[in-house]
């Protein structure tokens, strides 16, 4: 099943299969960690819910969901 990586639950393991945006967003992305085969983990969310923390290769990062909405997952 695949979900974009805000729609992971807390706790919730996915995979990356693949990322929906082009430039300098995508670079970044990619230089997070976040290229396909990747296991990500929603480890943390604020109070006000935006950004969502993530494990990635064993570092946290902050990622708002309009960027997460970018990263597809396989779960």
Request: net charge negative; aromatic share 2%; glycine share 10%.
């Amino acid at each position: 099943m695949t979900i974009s990586m805000n729609d992971l639950q807390f706790g919730q393991l996915g995979t990356v299969l693949t990322l929906n945006v082009g430039g300098p967003m995508r670079r970044r992305l990619l230089d997070l960690g976040l290229v396909p085969g990747t296991h990500i983990e929603r480890v943390m969310d604020s109070p006000a819910g935006d950004p969502v923390c993530y494990r990635v290769r064993g570092a946290m990062i902050a990622l708002r969901d309009m960027d997460a909405t970018q990263v597809v997952l396989d779960v």
